[in-house]
Structures are given as structure tokens and as C-alpha cells.
């Protein structure tokens, strides 16, 4: 197969320790006015206001909104912009987790080109450059900073939606571990398990000839060969040490590799895209109000397994990256089998709910959640195996059943 690639990613990523102090710099070669998306808690740390206190000093004038809540409820969009179209910001900045980077990414569309948010849900639907973004992230798991999505929850839909746009991409990421010191056990383990399973979808997904119309129809156009670079080094970096940060946070080198690995792996889906594992999570999340990161590891194993069948090769891969097979003797089909054993035993022990019973889906919303999930053609059409009504019905099933054998069927 001839080589064929697409990535699309901000202008300037800055990964390290210490790399918030970049962001006044950052910042005044972007414009003079600062609208600054967080939430109360982080607002309220000194570490924030050392890094307003920076940005002011540069010469810029900031408006700070901190009551991003989680999920992006659709309305708080609309009542940030109202609060700061009479300050006029040339820039938006994100600071904390993927809700803080997805309000700013929202906002910035909404000052830029007026209307409603959901005049621009879907793919493609965002007309021309937003206002520039710069995400800090404060948590290692959506990658937001480098995607070109925002989720919002819209009290008209059952389901959270998403506005996918490469103009959504930030015009800067940096990414400061030490951010992450204070992320709680809980958290460490649903925003690292979110990003390992973007990591594996991402690699794992449908691979379409090489198009040239292909990127400019899809914001997600399944796996290619850089995608695939960056989906095996968050792999690597997060089976080495995402139980580690799990179990001591205050040690940097670990939280170093799960933000690195949070970043590679964004960089990975977010041209690539995910599959199965998240579609299935946006009804099952809708329902027992879980966190998402939790909703699609629970499902990534079952996934994983269904997918084995046309996917043995990339599984492999991918179970050499988890650290497995060094000789590289062992067959495809059993290094496979390896790697989802490999993933449900670092999920377990970070505290991951095996089965979607254990998450509280009802045992009545089963086929419920099989049909909504089937109708997310962005993300079914990515996973490697076609899914009909009544193969996505076993798979849902196998995954509230914990029968990890039944998802292969």
C-alpha cells in the first residue's frame, strides 16, 4: 500500500515542565485582549492567578469567565459571549480541563461569527477562521488542545453533541505536567484511560484509500501513516506509567509521559478519529451521567475484541507497544489476545467498571443504546468492522454482560 498521511494540528505545541510561563509570551504575539475560559476551582488556585498576573504584565488586557461547568452545557456558551462581546477579545484562552478548552473553542466561534451554537453542529459547518485559541490543559486526557472538536451538552438532545471543524484547531497548545500534579486518583484514571482509548481507536480504525478529496469531505478520515506514529507513542508512554500517576500523583516523570501520551493521542484522533468505543458511550453516558472517559475504557476491551476478527495485525501492534511480546515471536492472533487482556488489566486496576452494568445502564436501555449509538455515522464508519443493528446489539450486550468472549461474535 502507497503511503498516505493527513494531520492537521495548531500552529505551536509546547510540551514540558514549566511551559505555562510561555504563555504570556505566547499570548502577546497573538493579540492585546484575552477572553480567559476556566472554571471556579482552578480560578481560584494561586497557579491560575500567577498566569493572569503574567499575561496582564504583557501588556494585555484579560476578562477572565470561570464558571465553565463539565460537559459544556449549550446555554453557558451563549451567556460567556454575552458577557464579553463589549470587552471585544482578539484571543480566547482555555485553561483547565476539556470542558475549559472546548467553552473556549465555542466561544471564540461565537464572537467570531455570531448565530447560535447549533447552527454549527455537525462536520464542516464553521465558515471561515474563529477568533485563535490558546489551550493550557490542567488535565491528561481529552487532548482537546490539539483537536478540532468541542462537545457541548444541548438540553433539546438526549445525546451530547459536537461541532468538528478544522477551524476549531487552537493556534497554540501548551501542555505544563506540573498542572496535573493536583488531578485527583479518579480523574488521573478516567482522562488516562480516555486518551489510551483514543490511542487504540485511532490506530485501530478503517484505513480509506488515500483520496485526495478524502480530508476535505471528513474531518475524521480514519488511520494513516502519521496518525498511526503518534496513536503508538501514546500507547507507549501510557502503559508504562498511567498506573503509576494513578497511584502516586506527585510523581512528575509519570505525569510527564500520561500528558504526553494525552497529547500524542489527540494528535492521533483528531484526524483519525475514534470508533465503536465512543459511540456506544454517548447514549450510555447520557443515561448514567458517568464521565465520558470512563463510558468508552469500559467499552474499549469488548470493542477491541469484536474488532479482532479483521484488525488481529494492528491489535498486535498495538499489544507490542503496551510492552508485550519483546521477541516478537509470538502470532498475530495471540498477541492480540494478549494486548485486550493487557488493556482490561491496567483498566481494572485504576478503578475502570468492567461491564456496562457496573456504569448503572439499565438492562431495559440496552437496545436503546445500541440503536443511538449505530446512528453515529462519524464514529461507526471509522471502526474496522462494519456494525449492523444486530451486531451492535451483542456488542452492547457482551459489554453489560462482562462476556468478553459473546463481543466477538
Not at 494561586?46 to 459544556?72: N, S
Not at 472538536?149 to 506540573?178: H, N
Not at 484509500?209 to 501510557?238: E, M, N, T, W, Y
Not at 509519570?254 to 494528535?267: F, I, K, Q, S
Request: charged residues 20%; hydrophobic residues 50%; glycine residues 8%.
Amino acid at each position: 500500500m502507497s503511503l498516505f498521511a493527513a494531520l492537521r494540528l495548531p500552529r505551536e505545541i509546547l510540551f514540558g515542565i514549566g511551559q505555562r510561563h510561555a504563555l504570556a509570551k505566547v499570548a502577546s504575539r497573538t493579540g492585546r485582549r484575552a477572553l480567559v475560559c476556566t472554571d471556579a476551582r482552578f480560578a481560584a488556585t494561586p497557579v491560575f492567578a500567577e498566569m493572569i498576573a503574567a499575561v496582564e504584565a504583557a501588556g494585555i488586557a484579560v476578562l477572565v469567565h470561570d464558571q465553565t461547568l463539565p460537559d459544556v452545557p449549550r446555554d453557558t456558551v451563549a451567556v460567556c459571549v454575552e458577557a464579553a462581546r463589549g470587552f471585544e477579545p482578539d484571543m480566547v484562552i482555555g485553561i483547565g480541563g476539556g470542558s475549559c478548552l472546548d467553552m473556549a473553542k465555542c466561544a471564540s466561534l461565537l464572537l467570531a461569527h455570531g448565530g447560535a451554537l447549533d447552527d454549527y453542529y455537525g462536520e464542516f459547518k464553521v465558515p471561515a477562521p474563529v477568533l485563535p485559541v490558546i489551550a493550557v490543559p490542567t488535565t491528561a486526557g481529552t487532548g482537546s488542545e490539539v483537536t478540532p472538536v468541542a462537545v457541548v451538552s444541548d438540553p433539546d438532545r438526549i445525546l451530547k453533541v459536537g461541532i468538528s471543524s478544522p477551524y476549531l484547531i487552537a493556534a497554540a497548545a501548551i501542555c505544563d505536567p506540573e498542572l496535573t500534579l493536583s488531578c485527583p486518583p479518579a480523574l488521573t484514571a478516567v482522562a488516562g484511560a480516555d486518551a489510551l482509548t483514543h490511542a487504540i481507536e485511532a490506530f485501530t480504525a478503517m484505513r480509506r484509500p488515500g483520496d485526495p478529496q478524502l480530508a476535505q469531505q471528513h474531518v475524521f478520515i480514519g488511520k494513516s501513516d502519521l496518525s498511526d506514529q503518534f496513536a503508538l507513542h501514546a500507547i507507549r508512554l501510557l502503559s508504562r506509567s498511567l498506573e503509576k500517576a494513578f497511584t502516586d500523583g506527585s510523581d512528575i516523570d509519570a505525569r510527564a509521559d500520561v500528558m504526553m501520551g494525552a497529547l500524542a493521542a489527540g494528535c492521533a484522533f483528531g484526524t483519525a478519529g475514534t470508533a465503536a468505543a465512543h459511540a456506544v458511550q454517548y447514549p450510555v453516558g447520557a443515561v448514567t451521567h458517568t464521565p465520558h472517559g470512563l463510558g468508552v475504557a469500559t467499552m474499549l476491551p469488548y470493542v477491541m475484541t469484536y474488532n479482532r476478527k479483521v484488525a488481529a495485525a494492528e491489535i498486535a501492534i498495538v499489544g507490542r507497544a503496551l510492552g508485550l511480546d519483546p521477541t516478537g515471536v509470538e502470532s498475530d492472533e495471540t498477541l492480540a489476545d494478549a494486548a485486550i487482556g493487557e488493556v482490561s488489566r491496567l483498566f481494572a486496576a485504576i478503578g475502570i467498571a468492567p461491564t456496562l452494568a457496573r456504569l448503572g445502564l439499565p438492562e431495559d436501555r440496552i437496545d436503546w443504546a445500541a440503536e443511538q449509538a449505530l446512528g453515529i455515522g462519524r464514529l461507526i464508519k471509522n471502526n474496522p468492522r462494519p456494525l449492523d443493528p444486530a451486531a451492535m446489539r451483542g456488542l452492547v450486550r457482551a459489554a453489560y454482560d462482562g462476556d468478553l468472549a459473546a463481543s466477538a461474535l
